[in-house]
T-cell receptor
Framework: GDSVTQMEGPVTLSEEAFLTINCTYTATGYPSLFWYVQYPGEGLQLLLKATKADDKGSNKGFEATYRKETTSFHLEKGSVQVSDSAVYFCALSDQGAGSYQLTFGKGTKLSVIP | GAGVSQSPSNKVTEKGKDVELRCDPISGHTALYWYRQSLGQGLEFLIY????????KSGLPSDRFSAERTGGSVSTLTIQRTQQEDSAVYLC???????????FGSGTQLSVL
């Protein structure tokens, strides 16, 4: 079945540091890939997405590129801020498997310190 | 409403009792999903509704779990004879249609003592 593996946290960075959160996936078909973010006390919200190979999703300074050859969708940001402290979830949607559900990774908690 | 609303926000119950969790999706959203978020386990898919029907209920962990949706709007997730391992945050999400952007509620924190 489909699965998503992301680096385990927690990750602690200083403000303005470079961020990478690794995400790899296995899928039956040709999935769409997503990063969701959960800020403290809030619900999950879509951060960015990519629907085909070599697409780059971007939002709020975060980027992720859909790499089919390495089955990866790593999240990056060049300079993190304290307000980026949250839990980040990588996810995929595989319609080729006949379902519209999202399969999530276990989440990576990011803490940014001033 | 402005967003997906879930109630109650917190529920504490005794082992063996039944509980009902409610989700009010964004108006006009035809797709509705239930997920469970357990500590250290990420999000686990439970069930997907399109309108009032559930074409994918493959994630329901046992026959103690059931869900319904009425009027293409409100959904209720029912857990019968709760067990301690049912303790988790239950999240509801809705979208305009399948494979559209999901909007999540803040969840119901269920604690089974």
């Amino acid at each position: 079945g489909d699965s998503v593996t992301q680096m385990e946290g927690p990750v602690t960075l200083s403000e303005e540091a470079f961020l990478t959160i690794n995400c790899t996936y296995t899928a039956t078909g040709y999935p769409s890939l997503f990063w969701y973010v959960q800020y403290p006390g809030e619900g999950l919200q879509l951060l960015l997405k990519a629907t085909k190979a070599d697409d780059k999703g971007s939002n709020k300074g975060f980027e992720a590129t859909y790499r089919k050859e390495t089955t990866s969708f790593h999240l990056e940001k060049g300079s993190v801020q304290v307000s980026d402290s949250a839990v980040y979830f990588c996810a995929l949607s595989d319609q080729g498997a006949g379902s519209y559900q999202l399969t999530f990774g276990k989440g990576t908690k990011l803490s940014v310190i001033p | 409403g402005a967003g997906v609303s879930q109630s109650p926000s917190n529920k504490v119950t005794e082992k063996g009792k039944d509980v009902e969790l409610r989700c009010d999706p964004i108006s006009g959203h035809t797709a509705l999903y239930w997920y469970r978020q357990s500590l250290g386990q990420g999000l686990e898919f439970l069930i997907y509704f399109q309108g009032n029907s559930a074409p994918d209920k493959s994630g329901l962990p046992s026959d103690r779990f059931s869900a319904e949706r009425t009027g293409g709007s409100v959904s209720t997730l029912t857990i019968q004879r709760t067990q301690q391992e049912d303790s988790a945050v239950y999240l509801c999400a809705s979208s305009l249609g399948p494979n559209e952007k999901l909007f999540f509620g803040s969840g119901t924190q269920l604690s089974v003592l």
